[in-house]
């Protein structure tokens, strides 16, 4: 972190009700060669078509010339691209892709930001923060439920989050921690941006914020902070008489409470808080669920991340909570590698085996947890099998038997998927939890 950002953050720590003033005056060339360096040069480049290797052939030349743009007030903020991805269920997901300038900007503020609010997130919220991460609140939630005394699992998605943010509602919580109108106007800038659509349309949004957009998951944590996590520190656990715990991650969240009373209070209650601030629950993917260890079965299961949690009794006859791939992420998986292999068999082999060897460890990178070996397993022997297939399809006679293609790929040193144990720090929610462990 820079001098000006540490002593941010310093401040946020050591006095929780100051209101900050002259934010926008630390965007200098300073803090926006921070952002630069923080910054994902590989993604899309935005409307004007600039990329990284562009930008970066005069690097300090830009940045300064944006820092003075920024000093003066001469700062506009660039149309937004709009492309959509494919998701798992067929749908497509919108993301906006900024222009570079913009991008270090927001990279920039988005420093300032999380310096600030840092101290305040609960620490059950684990989404795009430093030091957090999915694997964290899945291990998380799978260890508070094995030893801790819950018996009900609310599991739950926004609809819609990061298109229905309510840009006044968001303002009003920034206001909170943020005296600097200037600051606030250029975060308003960003959230009014005009988007640009494939067709060559354009929209002006009346609420939300570019899901790809930089600093778009530091105002999700902000808006989530107000709207779900302080109310259910603050208000629904001092109603409560048993024990309850929240682990959130962006928009997506899992509430557990020992008693179904209390679970089936919450489960009323969440859609009517979510209304006030302009949301909605995903009814498809919200529901409240038995998860006890006194009924240890497979069919009473909740997702969460892509994992799917679930209690069964491990050799010894005990009941464990484990964690495999999702059914939905599974099947998607096996499609996405075969169509990937079958589509791209006509490349050279040593861009062909390396590209998938990406791909695959990206996937191992995630869900190759203690537990999940079987899933795992499965999902690498279906990439072998289709790769022995497609490749032997390559020309009319049969290019390679086992044992060459195991020879091949040892040459390209494509890895395998071997499960790994996750060493993480544990946040135990309850207070059975931290007497058993000694926390």
């Given at each position: 972190?820079?001098t000006?950002?540490?002593?941010i953050?310093?401040?946020?720590?050591?006095h929780?009700?100051?209101?900050f003033?002259?934010?926008?005056?630390?965007?200098?060339?300073?803090?926006?060669?921070?952002?630069?360096?923080?910054?994902?040069?590989?993604?899309?480049?935005?409307?004007?078509?600039?990329?990284?290797?562009d930008?970066e052939?005069?690097?300090?030349?830009?940045?300064?010339?944006?820092?003075?743009?920024?000093?003066?007030?001469?700062?506009?903020?660039?149309?937004?691209?709009?492309?959509?991805i494919?998701?798992?269920?067929?749908?497509?997901?919108?993301?906006?892709?900024?222009?570079?300038?913009?991008?270090i900007?927001?990279?920039?503020?988005?420093?300032?930001?999380?310096?600030?609010?840092?101290?305040?997130?609960?620490?059950?919220?684990?989404?795009?923060?430093?030091?957090?991460?999915?694997?964290?609140?899945?291990?998380?939630?799978?260890?508070?439920?094995?030893?801790?005394?819950?018996?009900?699992?609310?599991?739950?998605?926004?609809?819609?989050?990061?298109?229905?943010?309510?840009?006044?509602?968001?303002?009003?919580?920034?206001?909170?921690?943020?005296?600097?109108?200037?600051?606030?106007?250029?975060?308003?800038?960003w959230?009014?941006?005009?988007?640009?659509?494939?067709?060559?349309?354009?929209?002006k949004?009346?609420?939300?914020?570019?899901q790809?957009?930089?600093i778009?998951?530091?105002?999700?944590n902000i808006?989530?902070?107000?709207?779900?996590?302080?109310?259910?520190?603050k208000?629904i656990?001092?109603?409560?008489?048993?024990?309850?715990?929240?682990?959130?991650?962006?928009?997506?969240?899992?509430?557990?409470?020992?008693?179904?009373?209390?679970?089936?209070?919450f489960?009323?209650?969440?859609?009517?808080?979510?209304?006030?601030?302009?949301?909605?629950?995903?009814?498809?993917?919200?529901?409240?669920?038995?998860?006890?260890?006194?009924h240890?079965?497979?069919?009473?299961?909740?997702?969460?991340?892509?994992?799917?949690?679930?209690?069964?009794?491990?050799?010894?006859?005990?009941?464990?909570?484990?964690?495999?791939?999702?059914?939905k992420?599974?099947?998607?998986?096996?499609?996405?590698?075969?169509?990937?292999?079958?589509?791209?068999?006509?490349?050279?082999?040593?861009?062909?085996?390396?590209?998938?060897?990406?791909?695959v460890?990206?996937?191992?990178n995630?869900?190759?947890?203690?537990?999940?070996?079987?899933?795992?397993?499965?999902?690498f022997?279906?990439?072998?099998?289709s790769?022995?297939?497609?490749?032997?399809?390559?020309?009319?006679?049969?290019?390679?038997?086992?044992?060459?293609?195991?020879?091949?790929?040892?040459?390209?040193?494509f890895?395998?998927?071997r499960?790994?144990k996750?060493?993480?720090?544990v946040?135990?929610?309850?207070?059975?939890?931290?007497?058993l462990?000694?926390?």
């Open positions: 972190m820079t000006e950002l540490s002593a953050a310093f401040k946020a720590q050591t929780p009700k100051h209101r003033q002259n934010l926008y005056g630390q965007l200098t060339a300073n803090t926006l060669l921070h952002g630069w360096l923080h910054l994902n040069k590989t993604s899309a480049p935005g409307i004007d078509g600039v990329t990284a290797p930008y052939e005069r690097l300090m030349g830009n940045l300064s010339a944006l820092a003075e743009q920024l000093e003066r007030k001469r700062y506009r903020v660039s149309d937004v691209r709009r492309v959509y494919p998701k798992a269920n067929g749908k497509q997901r919108p993301l906006g892709l900024p222009t570079l300038a913009d991008k900007v927001q990279q920039s503020v988005s420093a300032i930001l999380q310096g600030i609010w840092e101290p305040d997130f609960m620490r059950f919220s684990y989404g795009y923060r430093p030091n957090k991460s999915a694997h964290q609140a899945v291990h998380s939630l799978q260890m508070n439920l094995q030893y801790g005394s819950y018996g009900y699992v609310v599991e739950a998605d926004i609809k819609g989050f990061f298109d229905n943010m309510n840009h006044d509602w968001l303002l009003k919580m920034l206001a909170q921690k943020i005296d600097d109108g200037a600051l606030l106007s250029l975060i308003n800038q959230l009014k941006a005009r988007v640009v659509e494939p067709t060559g349309c354009y929209c949004p009346r609420s939300g914020t570019p790809g957009g930089v778009s998951p530091v105002l999700a808006y989530l902070h107000y709207v779900l996590d302080l109310w259910f520190e208000v656990k001092p109603q409560l008489q048993g024990h309850a715990m929240l682990i959130r991650y962006a928009d997506d969240f899992v509430v557990a409470f020992q008693y179904k009373d209390e679970a089936e209070r489960y009323q209650a969440l859609a009517a808080r979510l209304s006030q601030f302009d949301l909605e629950v995903a009814a498809e993917k919200t529901a409240l669920k038995r998860f006890s260890r006194f240890p079965t497979q069919s009473s299961y909740f997702e969460f991340l892509g994992f799917r949690l679930f209690w069964e009794q491990d050799f010894g006859g005990e009941a464990r909570v484990r964690r495999e791939t999702s059914r992420t599974h099947r998607a998986a096996l499609v996405s590698f075969y169509t990937w292999i079958k589509e791209n068999r006509h490349q050279r082999l040593d861009r062909f085996i390396p590209e998938l060897n990406r791909k460890q990206g996937f191992r995630y869900f190759a947890l203690s537990g999940n070996s079987r899933s795992v397993g499965r999902v022997d279906h990439v072998l099998l790769l022995y297939k497609w490749l032997n399809r390559r020309s009319q006679r049969k290019s390679y038997t086992w044992l060459g293609m195991k020879r091949m790929l040892n040459h390209f040193g890895q395998s998927m499960v790994r996750l060493r993480v720090v946040d135990w929610h309850c207070e059975r939890a931290c007497v462990h000694g926390q």
